[in-house]
Structure formats: C-alpha cells, structure tokens
Nanobody
C-alpha cells in the first residue's frame, strides 16, 4: 500500500561514500521490514541489507563486508543506507522495498512495495 521513495544515488570514485535515503510512511517505519536491493545491468536483483523494523533484526549480504550500515530516523520517516569504501562492482540501481511479513529475510519475492530506484555508479 505504501510506496518507498529512494534518493541519494550518484557517481563516486572507488573508495568513496554515498548515503541513500528511503522515505516511508510512519506505519511502515514502525512495523514493516525494509530491504535494500540492487540490480546491475544483465544481473538479477539481489538483496543488500534487510531489517525487521519491529525488532531491529538485520541481515547484510556477504558482499557488504562491513562497508554498509542501515539506520533509521523516526522524525523524518526515513531509512538510510550508508555505503563506504565503494567498489566498481557496487555499481547498480539500488531499490528500497517494504513488506509487512518479510522479517529480515533478504529475498525479493517477499517484498510487495518497491521504490523507483536510484542509480549508484562507482568509477574512476
């Protein structure tokens, strides 16, 4: 019912940082799961990090390697993805998705509400 809205993408050099934002409804922030997914050209959409906002249970994909952090700001109804030490292979369209029952599972078919995506390009 509620559609997330992503922003914050752009172009950075390898090793640089970006912070993506996902604006959601208050109900979504309080009770839903949020997943960050990405899709590179010619590849399947894959989970980056997913969080159950009810209890904070969080799953990060192995390729994150400690470089990314998910956080929330209740005042602005926003979930953030802080991305540091970016690599060229991180280049993709990044999507924010929400679902009532996904928990912290990071599989795309569990998510019903998707944002429009924001492009992240890591290139020298």
């Amino acid at each position: 019912q509620w559609q997330p809205a992503e922003s914050g993408g752009g172009t950075v050099q390898p090793g640089g940082s970006l912070r993506l934002s996902c604006e959601v409804s208050r109900d979504t922030l309080d009770t839903y799961s949020i997943g960050w997914f990405r899709q590179a050209p010619g590849k399947e959409r894959e989970g980056v990090v997913c969080i159950d906002l009810s209890d904070g249970d969080t799953y990060y994909a192995d390729f994150v390697e400690g470089r990314f952090t998910i956080s929330r700001d209740n005042a602005s109804n926003t979930v953030y993805l802080q991305m540091n030490s970016l690599k060229p292979e991180d280049t993709a369209v990044y999507y924010c998705a929400s679902d009532l029952a996904a928990g912290s599972q990071c599989v795309r078919w569990l998510y019903d509400h998707w944002g429009q995506g924001t492009q992240v390009t890591v290139s020298s």
